[in-house]
């Protein structure tokens, strides 16, 4: 058994297309498919402001603020 690691794009037809090694031409194969959606990483900082985090402005001011 081999295993192939890619990763590609699905459109909005939903199809998935792989071209596999010519060396494995004309043979009958079993086919497993795992799939995974890749979470794209965001380009900000991984502090958030109290704000972000749902903190008032009074709460930040009073209680950190002080």
């Known amino acids: 058994m081999e295993s192939i690691k890619i990763r590609t794009y699905i459109g909005n037809d939903g199809i998935l297309q792989i071209q596999l090694p010519p060396e494995i031409a004309n043979q009958e194969l079993d086919v497993v498919i795992v ?32």
């Open 35 to 66: 799939f995974q959606p890749v979470i794209q990483k965001s380009s900000q900082s991984p502090n958030k402001t109290p704000s972000e985090l749902g903190y008032s402005r009074k709460f930040v001011e009073e209680v950190i603020g002080s």
